[in-house]
């Protein structure tokens, strides 16, 4: 994604408790995973406190994980228990941020679980007109690696990775 928008960045692999809450040393976190998870209360409050300080945290199923989906919607929500988490409509300028995306194509294995639609299917919490967190229900990572397995519940390499370059323009945007 460097390559595409032809931009420097860097990135750390580092656990939560890492991580400084300050958003200006962390602009974006993301979390990919294929399991369950929780979240402490001490983990939520450092989330929310950098949510609401101008940070944004991305959540990625991998391989389309339905018990890490359902895991990220569950910790989003007590996060914010006061924000409702909803998808974000194709229209949103998430998936116009640098380019156009309101239309995707996914894997054989996204439609092999059931899900039939070419619209972005990524759910967000919204504060004072920005997107804070999102997550994707279909894998967008393995796009970004352009690892081509069609059985993976996944967006197709190519617009993984549009959205991925979208996702960070619309978190450094903001």
Not at 17 to 31: T, Y
Not at 120 to 147: F, H, I, K, Y
């Amino acid at each position: 994604m460097k390559g595409m928008m032809d931009v420097n960045y860097s990135m750390d692999i580092k656990s939560l408790a890492q991580i400084d809450a300050d958003p200006e040393k962390n602009p974006v976190l993301f979390r990919s995973g294929h399991y369950r998870f929780e979240y402490t209360s001490e983990e939520r409050a450092k989330l929310r406190k950098y949510l609401l300080d101008g940070g944004m945290l991305i959540l990625n199923t991998g391989l389309g994980s339905k018990p890490f989906y359902d895991c990220a919607v569950k910790e989003l929500k007590e996060i914010m228990p006061e924000v409702n988490l909803q998808r974000l409509s194709a229209d949103h300028p998430v998936f116009h941020s640098y380019y156009d995306v309101d239309r995707v194509r996914y894997r054989p294995g996204v439609y092999q679980a059931g899900y039939r639609g070419n619209e972005p299917w990524v759910d967000g919490l919204t504060v004072n007109c920005r997107v804070v967190a999102l997550v994707s229900r279909w894998c967008m990572a393995v796009g970004w690696e352009e690892n081509e397995d069609d059985s993976f519940q996944a967006y197709v390499s190519e617009d993984a990775q549009k959205l991925g370059v979208n996702l960070f323009a619309y978190a450094t945007a903001q």
